[in-house]
């Protein structure tokens, strides 16, 4: 992870690799761990002026995962995460915009959720491997009452 903040701009930035692999006792082999991205990064850039303003963007980065049971795909795609942050404050009064997933990223636009017949273990879906809630914005306004 990496910090970096000049006047009112701050930057973070990380990334994490991670070798998680299990005993497959069926074939006799190691294999990466369902569900667990091998490569994750993550950036925020923020500029920010205390009781004024702030502007960010965000983006998250997934590497794909090893799918276990799903008749679609063995491995997920690797996706990103995009957002973006507006707030204006007005004295007691903060003015916000939220923008999350700009790319629209749904694994339902990928592959159904329900599978064609009830799994052996008895699961009627396969696994979440990415973002299914689809491009979100939200605004509103937070209001100071002490003052």
């Not at 920010?48 to 963007?57: A, N, T």
């Not at 491995?75 to 507006?86: A, C, E, M």
């Not at 694994?107 to 491997?129: A, C, F, N």
Request: charged share 25%; aromatic share 14%.
């Amino acid at each position: 992870m990496l910090r970096y903040k000049w006047q009112d701009i701050k930057l973070t930035g990380s990334y994490l690799f991670l070798d998680a692999t299990e005993f497959d006792v069926t074939s006799n082999v190691r294999q990466r761990i369902e569900l667990t991205p091998r490569h994750s990064a993550g950036f925020v850039a923020m500029w920010e002026r205390h009781g004024e303003f702030r502007v960010g963007f965000e983006a998250y980065y997934t590497g794909d995962q090893r799918l276990d049971g799903n008749p679609y795909r063995s491995k997920s795609k690797p996706y990103w995460h995009l957002g973006l942050l507006g707030e204006k404050t007005f004295g007691q009064f903060s003015w916000f915009i939220n923008a999350e997933n700009l790319l629209n990223i749904r694994q339902t636009k990928e592959d159904p959720l329900v599978l064609p017949s009830r799994s052996p273990d008895g699961q009627w879906t396969t696994g979440i491997w990415s973002r299914n809630d689809g491009f979100v914005v939200n605004a509103g306004v937070r209001i100071q009452l002490n003052g």
